[in-house]
């Protein structure tokens, strides 16, 4: 290789000398002249670029600046522009970031691992090698979008693999609480009419399971009442629809009517879980795994391949054990490498907008997440989503949004850059 | 000279009595190492499959969902594949040409390449050429920080000020066009273009550059004459990834491009990409699970067979030029 | 043939390649025990191919492959069933280029007794003490056990790169080149430091010095293209050499 290479070399550098005499007799003026005006262009392009970038963020500024506010960080998205704000978005982009890094890091540098420091000798491993090897650089080039395709049917939907039973429940799930909820007689303005001291409340009963069909109110049922906080059992009155109601105003804040129809509702605990995961935070977190994994991947082989083998021939040379040698060597002398490369990637999981439009769906959230299967939206998908209203005052607050997301990408970028300064100065 | 006699240190002694004894000690056992070395081996192995598990995965349900669609009566292959008409939603004659997608993707990548292709080789020919360190060391991290700002700022940039301009120079164009989009697909691509093609550029042999310095050549000469097409490979390489990474960009198009797809050549109208059309679909406009949300599926597969088919031929392209010069 | 006791190591028409390239051609030697045998020769004469078979450190080169008969006591080296981990426990190395780790002095030391042995910290510091100042390092190290290895000079990365492969307590030591990247005067202190050590260690070192060969060992091996030519004591090598190529190799007429 490296002979075809020199000769390539020479044939190159004769083809050179050639163009050169030739030129000579063309008269070397105009040539410098074409050398001159290509410096400008060449310039002139590199500024452009600059100016582009200026232009950009510039633009953003000017518009977004105005309407940062603590109402934006810390407020919900209202319907009405001057009050909206995008903490549920904020806490949804640290949800599922964090979680998708949680996921992502081991999987990634394990198989950077696998490729760089297990090489196998066989034959038919270093083909299965070259292989996983290939497809990674071209998972690395999938568009995001085709991610969120593969999320919404192997996460949100996986395969539609759990059934619809015969109550239209789909799944499996662990750490939800359901109960019906009641509303008392009170509420009936009819019956309350000219009384004092009446007011709605709402009584939950437990439900065993979550197929079984609504409560029948009964005299004498175990029903709770939520109250600062807490679940306390309550004595309630059934009226029936013979009886008269109560006419105390006590008792009859106190009665529920023996044809009421309960609304069925759940408590979810923080390790609520279900199959399929359904459009929540985790379903969210493993297609971002998917988009950013190839990058993890490729950064961490450069990292790896970066540690000179002398190291490793060192601790092997020791009586370390393969894993030894990794874990001890190998790994630590990587590791800014493989943070910076990881930084980078999930400052990219930050800003991906299109796999979680595509599993997410837009919808109104006003809510921080919950637990995993909680709904959510990330920051990029808010500002999509005000991008993308009529009104121009939502333009304003997404510029604002913008900013927010720049501000936490830039400083993500700062670090990584602060990162490999240190290892360089390291390495020197 | 004289040695200094040597007197036998009586600490140092003690040392070596007790560094042996130390020594002799029974080692650690190496079985329950053995053990776990092979445990991690596996999880290891789990990790590097499950990529090949993602790319298996999406070929799977992309293949399933398209035959899904296939089945409907309202869809045919011949109509999916011979009609530019993409009217799944509106009207009582559903069609589903794709060329009506590929077309607004073609001219959305046509107008990015035409802005980032020319400016990202030139300006990566100044950085590795031309540049001094000091400029070199500042439009580096500049390139950085656009190749890491999100798409969908992008989209807003370009519906909120490239649209704006663009009808204030012509009034022709629509609120949602194609140039507009095209034209921030392309600052996007334009780092992806110029770190690519400056790699590219760098590792063409030092020897090569000053041989042709060294006969007397200009910058320009050694750069036209010798580096270019020895770097050719590499920078056609560069151009297909940018190409791929064009198709499939989803957020700017969906943002700024508009929602009619309809095959035209004219930057100025409204049209809709490939990626566009899935946004729109799985953003909520269909619910149930019809004709409609399956032709999703079949859109999907189309883009990823063609980003796949120019990931891969870029790769390829890479992996020759790298061969040559490392 | 010498009794069975006194070798450490033992080849018998070993050959090796690399992919296609035959490294190694028929070897047959004996590496005596508690000595200091040197292997010569010019450039890819295989003589450094042979000292990485004597710990298996080829394993990690893909196309490295072995035959014939290699053992060390009653281990066969050439098995893949040998256990080389417990095999480098063993045999340490000491490479051409000091590579000591990305760690402090004492971590480096440390590194191996941490894998091998339980030891309290008073016992691992009395170990690196001595390691330390067995390889004649302790009294440049001791005040800044904790400072990064890579401060250190060159010559003192190599004799901490020796400290740290006795540490480990192993029975034979081979040493590839260990001074060929060192200043004259390191160099002479690794020299006092082998002189020190063969009492206790069976060393090989593969030298392209000549003058350190006949100064520090006991017995040479000259090699030529992947042949031994001649194995004897380093004396009769360097003076009355029965080969025509190794007397002309020593009297600096080639390599």
């Given at each position: ?36 005006w290509f410096r400008r262009i060449c310039v002139m392009v590199a500024a452009v670029s600059v100016i582009i970038l200026l232009f950009l ?372 | ?111 990015a390449m035409a802005f980032a292709l020319p400016l990202g080789l030139v300006t990566a020919i100044y950085l590795s050429e031309y540049a001094p360190r000091q400029i070199r060391n500042f439009l580096k991290p500049i390139l950085e920080v656009l190749a ?35 034209l921030?697909?392309g600052i996007l691509c334009f780092p992806t273009v110029c770190s690519l093609a400056e790699d590219a550029l760098q590792?063409v ?14 910058r320009f000469?050694?750069t036209v004459?010798?580096i270019l097409?020895?770097a050719?490979?590499g920078i056609?390489?560069a151009f297909?990834l940018a190409?791929?990474r ?81 | ?255």
């Amino acid at each position: 290789m490296s002979q075809s290479g020199t000769d390539k070399t020479e044939e190159k550098t004769a083809n050179a000398l050639a163009s050169h005499r030739r030129d000579k007799l063309r008269g070397s003026e105009s040539r410098m002249n074409t050398d001159r005006w290509f410096r400008r262009i060449c310039v002139m392009v590199a500024a452009v670029s600059v100016i582009i970038l200026l232009f950009l963020l510039g633009s953003i500024i000017q518009q977004g600046v105005p309407s940062l506010s603590t109402t934006l960080l810390t407020g919900t998205p209202e319907p009405d522009p001057s009050q909206a704000g995008a903490w549920p978005a904020i806490a949804g982009t640290i949800w599922v970031c964090s979680i998708c890094a949680l996921v992502t890091l081991p999987v990634g540098i394990g198989t950077a691992l696998l490729i760089e420091e297990f090489k196998p000798r066989s034959r038919w491993g270093s083909r299965i090698f070259s292989l996983i090897q290939l497809n990674i650089s071209n998972l690395a080039g999938v568009p995001s979008v085709v991610y969120g395709i593969l999320g919404l049917t192997a996460f949100v939907s996986m395969f539609s693999l759990f059934g619809v039973d015969k109550n239209g429940i789909q799944g499996f799930e662990v750490g939800a609480k359901y109960f019906d909820q009641f509303t008392n007689l009170a509420s009936d303005p009819f019956l309350s009419m000219g009384m004092e001291g009446v007011e709605e409340r709402y009584f939950l009963a437990p439900v065993a399971d979550r197929a079984d069909p609504p409560t029948i109110p009964k005299q004498g049922m175990t029903i709770f009442e939520y109250q600062n906080d807490q679940l306390n059992p309550v004595k309630i009155s059934v009226v029936g629809p013979e009886d008269l109601p109560p006419t105390d105003p006590v008792e009859l804040s106190l009665a529920i009517d023996a044809n009421a129809l309960p609304g069925r509702i759940s408590e979810k605990a923080w390790y609520y879980f279900r199959l399929p995961f359904g459009r929540g935070v985790l379903s969210g977190a493993l297609t971002l795994m998917l988009v950013i994994l190839p990058v993890i991947i490729i950064s961490s082989q450069e990292a790896l391949r970066s540690v000179p083998s002398s190291l490793r021939d060192g601790a092997r040379g020791l009586g370390a054990t393969p894993w030894q040698v990794i874990w001890n060597i190998t790994l630590p002398a990587a590791a800014p490498g493989i943070m910076t490369g990881s930084i980078l990637a999930m400052s990219r999981a930050i800003g991906e907008t299109a796999p979680i439009l595509i599993i997410a769906g837009i919808v109104y959230i006003r809510n921080a997440p919950h637990h995993l299967m909680d709904s959510y939206t990330v920051l990029p998908l808010q500002i999509y989503n005000w991008t993308s209203r009529p009104q121009e005052e939502f333009h304003s607050i997404a510029a604002a949004g913008i900013v927010v997301l720049l501000g936490i990408l830039l400083s993500f970028n700062a670090i990584a850059v602060i990162l490999r300064h240190r290892m360089q100065n390291k390495i020197n | 000279m004289s040695q200094p006699v040597a007197v036998p240190d009586p600490t140092k002694i003690a040392l070596e009595s007790r560094a042996k004894s130390l020594l002799n000690r029974p080692r650690r056992r190496l079985a329950a190492t053995r053990f776990s070395e092979i445990g991690i081996y596996v999880a290891l192995i789990c990790c590097g499959l499950f990529s090949l598990l993602i790319t298996v995965s999406i070929i799977g349900v992309l293949l399933t969902e398209t035959t899904r669609f296939f089945q409907f009566d309202e869809v045919t292959l011949s109509n999916f594949l011979g009609s530019a008409e993409w009217t799944p939603n509106l009207g009582e004659p559903k069609s589903f040409g794709i060329w009506g997608l590929i077309s607004g993707t073609l001219l959305v990548t046509g107008i990015a390449m035409a802005f980032a292709l020319p400016l990202g080789l030139v300006t990566a020919i100044y950085l590795s050429e031309y540049a001094p360190r000091q400029i070199r060391n500042f439009l580096k991290p500049i390139l950085e920080v656009l190749a890491g700002i999100p798409t969908v700022v992008y989209g807003f940039f370009a519906l909120m000020t490239i649209t704006p301009f663009l009808q204030w120079v012509h009034e022709g164009f629509n609120v949602y066009n194609a140039m507009s989009a095209g034209l921030a697909v392309g600052i996007l691509c334009f780092p992806t273009v110029c770190s690519l093609a400056e790699d590219a550029l760098q590792s063409v042999p030092k020897t090569l550059r000053d041989g042709a310095l060294g006969l007397g050549g200009t910058r320009f000469d050694a750069t036209v004459k010798v580096i270019l097409p020895a770097a050719l490979s590499g920078i056609i390489s560069a151009f297909l990834l940018a190409v791929a990474r064009a198709i499939g960009e989803t957020m700017i198009v969906a943002l700024a491009a508009g929602s009619r797809p309809q095959a035209t050549l004219d930057p100025r109208n409204e049209i809709q990409t490939m990626t566009g059309f899935m946004v729109q679909m799985a953003g909520g406009d269909v619910s149930n699970f019809g004709t409609e949300y399956f032709s999703m599926y079949a859109v999907a597969f189309t883009l990823f067979l063609i980003t796949l088919a120019l990931t891969m031929m870029g790769n390829v392209v890479r992996g020759r030029f790298r061969e040559t010069y490392e | 043939m010498a009794n069975q006791s006194t070798n450490a190591i033992e080849a018998s028409n070993l050959n090796a390649w690399y992919g296609d390239f035959q490294a190694l051609n028929s070897i047959s030697l004996q590496i005596p025990k508690n000595e200091v045998t040197a292997f010569i020769g010019p450039s890819g004469c295989g003589k450094s191919t042979l000292l990485r078979w004597f710990n298996r450190m080829n394993d990690t080169i893909h196309s490295a492959s072995a035959t014939g008969d290699l053992r060390l006591g009653d281990i066969d080296l050439l098995s893949s069933a040998t256990d080389v981990v417990d095999l480098r426990r063993r045999v340490g190395i000491v490479f051409q280029k000091a590579n000591p780790f990305p760690k402090s002095i004492f971590e480096n030391v440390a590194f191996g007794p941490r894998l091998h042995m339980k030891l309290n910290k008073t016992e691992l510091q009395d170990l690196v003490e001595w390691a330390l100042r067995k390889a004649a390092v302790w009294e440049e190290v001791k005040d800044r056990l904790n400072a990064p290895a890579l401060g250190l000079s060159g010559g003192q990365q190599q004799r901490l790169c020796i400290a740290r492969a006795i540490a480990t307590g192993p029975e034979i030591l081979l040493m590839d080149e260990p001074c060929s990247a060192l200043d004259p005067a390191s160099t002479l202190a690794i020299e006092d430091l082998m002189d020190e050590l063969r009492s206790q260690y069976t060393i090989v070192i593969v030298t392209h010095n000549m003058q350190q060969a006949s100064r520090c060992s006991d017995k040479t091996a000259f090699f030529f293209e992947g042949k031994v030519i001649e194995f004897n004591s380093t004396e009769k090598i360097f003076t009355t050499p029965n080969a025509k190529q190794t007397e002309d190799y020593v009297r600096g007429k080639f390599g």
